[in-house]
């Protein structure tokens, strides 16, 4: 492996956040404290426990999910949409450094900076809720896999992305919707029958039941499945970035 | 240095933007691929470059082939492109150190420095690239090229939308680069520039490489023109009193073509007046006179 060139994207991508730390850091800190507010400290203090934990507690993984996916998603995609439509991907095309290795350069700074906003994140919401982590490794499993995942997704999204209203096509109108309905602020035992079997076609309920599980040992799903569908989700994305690469789709004529 | 061998490229909607050029670039010299807009001039050099994907041929690079062994083949070659494409907001040190560093060499400030320096850009090491003019965001391109010591820069269109005195810093550039050993192809419109710049110039026309001469044998050409002088009555050979004109029967015996140095003027012997001369003499055939188009005429103005 190139280690001087991943090492070079990577870090180039990282400093490209630092230069907009207030889009990239303070504003999703902020949006995912105000969730805390609203829901976890004002509507949260009228709703009883779910499954033993308080409201509050309860939505903090399904926060920090929805953060960790959305920003994910947005890293990812944004950085390699931008030199694509500055015209700089000339520059990456042409250096003597893999496809994979670009991938890892691109995707690894995109998860890394949603896994700092995580962690910002819980930091934050300590200040608001009392949680506990009853199984952190399989919680910071279970986060990593995350990011991973989508932040592969958004390198999907910004090769395909053939302008920034496609760029924010999936993240608004797919992920987010995915994700407040994913069990985010519920548990799905709480829904109807009808719906608690519609709800489970959404892949996020499996990334919040898994994650939730790591916290308080309380899930929709089996922790198992949850680790397994991510792990699917992975492989998919693995694939169809295999798949750009061998046909150059929308980077190489 | 580079060797391209049967490289053809035809696009998804059918286009054939490259016809199975063979070319071969030696170490060391200026190779100027001359061609009017659209010929495949930056499609050439983008596939040699690893931009775009061959659909037939190959591509060596100091033996390398530039697919099955794109690290090596790329390691040895810069590219400065024909848009003025940045990152708006990084500063130009920045941004010449990430093109090191992307093409796996390690830090060397040293080595940027003395980058910068050459191309007068080490003031401006610390402003952004918004801020900078596109003479000197040209520049900057062409240290990012350099940031990874290449031994083959490629220049494509490097003073199209500069000034005249700008042009005239970027040949010195070029010159100093070829000087310190580099291989240098450049792309360009302009014969001038070719004519000054050049070892060897290519001729690059709707996707054919329809030529590649040495610079001085291709001027020559481009300074010659032909005047053909048409028979009433057919010839079979070239009258003995004309023999030393260096005329050429042609269209069956109808035509007497005389090739001579539009350079060399009126006065000093372009040699029309002594033919026309000698043509007058008795016996002559009959004819009417066509100054046709040279083959490769010079001209100041673009393709």
Partial sequence: M???SVKTLYLAEMARSLRTVLQSIVSPVLSTSLYFVVFGAAIGSRISEVDGVSYGAFIVPGLIMLMLLTQSVSNASFGIFFPRFSGTIYEVLSAPISYWEVVVGYVGAAASKSLILGVIALITARLFVPYSIEHPLMMVLFLLLTAVTFSLLGFIIGIWAEGFERLQLVPLLVITPLTFLGGTFYSIDMLPPFWQAVTLANPVVYLVSGFRWSFYGISDVSPLVSLAMILLFLGAAIALVAWIFRTGYRLKS | MIRVEGLGKTFAGGFEALCDIDLEIRRGEIFALLGPNGAGKTTLISVICGLVNPSRGR???DGYDNVRQFREARARIGLVPQELTNDAFIKVWDSVRFSRGLFGKPPDPAHIEKVLRSLSLWEKRNNRMITLSGGMKRRVLIAKALAHEPEILFLDEPTAGVDVALR?????????????????????????EAEEMADRIGVIRSGELVLVEDKQALMQKLGRKELTIHLRDPLHAVPQ??????????????????TYDAEAGEDDGTGIAELLADLEGPASPSRTCTLARA????????W
Wanted: net charge neutral.
């Fill in chain 2, 295 to 302: 083959p490769w005429r010079r001209s100041s103005s673009a």
């Fill in chain 2, 168 to 192: 005239r810093d970027m040949w010195e550039v070029v010159r100093q680069l070829r000087n310190s050993g580099v291989t240098i192809i450049l792309t360009t419109h302009y014969i001038e």
């Fill in chain 1, 2 to 4: 190139n280690l001087e």
């Fill in chain 2, 59 to 61: 591509v060596l690079v």
């Fill in chain 2, 241 to 258: 009193r004309l023999s030393g004109h260096g005329l050429t029967l042609t269209e069956e015996g109808h035509a007497l073509v005389y």
